[in-house]
């Protein structure tokens, strides 16, 4: 079967191994991702995957407030070693992503934390959607895990694109860092808390709030 661009490029984002090696490994399981994950880690080119079963106990609990105390994340970030968890490079990007998740929301850190039961729900959800549009019932299943894909991508951090760089979503900005800063480095965990959450008040745009606050 033939690859597709985006398949290449979540492989790519997921693991940081090369185009043509993703391409290769996709070819291989006939475009299934996560068997083409476990070809590359096998093969030792994932960047991330060679790093990914060192334990990573160190880091840092980061915290940013917004808008006067209006938004406020806590986000645990960990490496190998006290050493790498007290540079400027690794408290930057662990400030980056508290940040990001004030701005963008997330719910889960990655796809297999959302809960079968709401994965469910919103499978359902499209399908019927696709249905209503009218849309053949042999390529409704197609539609719906293309669908899922930008429902993991609304709120999965993993999966968002980047507030301060949209062309990387924050899977690539890892996998960036393990690869400069030489140790696996893993988001752990979140908290986000919005004043009034969950009361009816006015919408506001945080992103633009955030963003106008870090480019000042």
Do not use: W
């Amino acid at each position: 079967m033939a690859v597709s661009a985006s398949a290449v490029k979540e492989l790519r984002e997921r693991t940081g191994a090369g185009m043509l090696d993703c391409k290769k490994a996709l070819d291989e399981t006939n475009g299934d991702i996560d068997k083409a994950i476990a070809v590359l880690r096998e093969k030792g080119l994932s960047a991330a995957a060679n790093k990914a079963g060192r334990a990573a106990t160190e880091g840092v609990v980061e915290s940013y407030i917004h808008g006067g105390g209006r938004i406020g994340v806590l986000v645990e970030i960990n490496c190998e070693t006290d050493f790498v968890g007290k540079t400027d490079q690794f408290k930057e990007f662990a400030r980056d992503i508290a940040m990001h998740i004030a701005a963008a929301n997330p719910k889960y850190v990655r796809r297999e934390e959302v809960p079968t039961e709401e994965l469910d729900k919103e499978k359902e959800i499209l399908k019927n959607q696709a249905l209503n549009e009218g849309k053949p019932e042999k390529i409704v299943e197609k539609m719906v895990e293309g669908r899922i894909n930008k429902y993991y991508e609304e709120y999965c951090l993993l999966e968002q694109s980047f507030i301060k760089d949209p062309d990387k979503t924050i899977n690539t900005l890892l996998n960036e860092k393990i690869s400069t800063i030489g140790e696996n480095i893993s988001i752990r965990r979140f908290a986000r808390f919005e004043l009034g959450e969950g009361l009816e008040k006015k919408q506001d745009n945080f992103v633009e709030e955030v963003m106008s606050q870090v480019n000042k």
